[in-house]
Nanobody, 124 residues
Framework: DVQPVESGGGLVQPGESLRLSCELS????????VGWFRQASGKEREGVAMIWPDDGNTIYGDSVKGRFTVSQDNVKNTLGLQMDSLRPDDSAMYYC?????????????????RGQGTQVTVSS
């Protein structure tokens, strides 16, 4: 499988925004579940957002609901993650993932292709 490529991470202060992007060359968003998960040092992986391929259904992790927005560009084959009102506990390595249905965060961790990740650090 072709590896997704993430970009856009960095260091921001609490309350600020950041946008991540993922190149998904080789993955048709009409057939693949695409999304983001994250892992902070010493913590379990956590689902951030996922988009279903057939109906565009979207789910978010409980801790990011209302603050993060996932989007996809089917022409450019890219996936975005707009992160607003960032908090220190959002600090983590963020991974873009793509895989065939059924879609779920647990399947993304175990079976989906993922990129190298991009680091997000929220600190004052």
């Amino acid at each position: 499988d072709v590896q997704p490529v993430e970009s856009g991470g960095g260091l921001v202060q609490p309350g600020e925004s950041l946008r991540l992007s993922c190149e998904l060359s080789g993955y048709s968003m009409n057939r693949y579940c695409v999304g983001w998960f994250r892992q902070a040092s010493g913590k379990e992986r956590e689902g951030v957002a996922m988009i279903w391929p057939d109906d565009g259904n979207t789910i978010y992790g409980d801790s990011v609901k209302g603050r993060f927005t996932v989007s996809q560009d089917n022409v450019k084959n890219t996936l975005g993650l707009q992160m607003d009102s960032l908090r220190p506990d959002d600090s983590a390595m963020y991974y873009c993932s793509a895989g065939k249905p059924p879609c779920s965060f647990s399947r993304a961790y175990k079976y989906f292709a993922r990129g190298q990740g991009t680091q997000v650090t929220v600190s004052s």
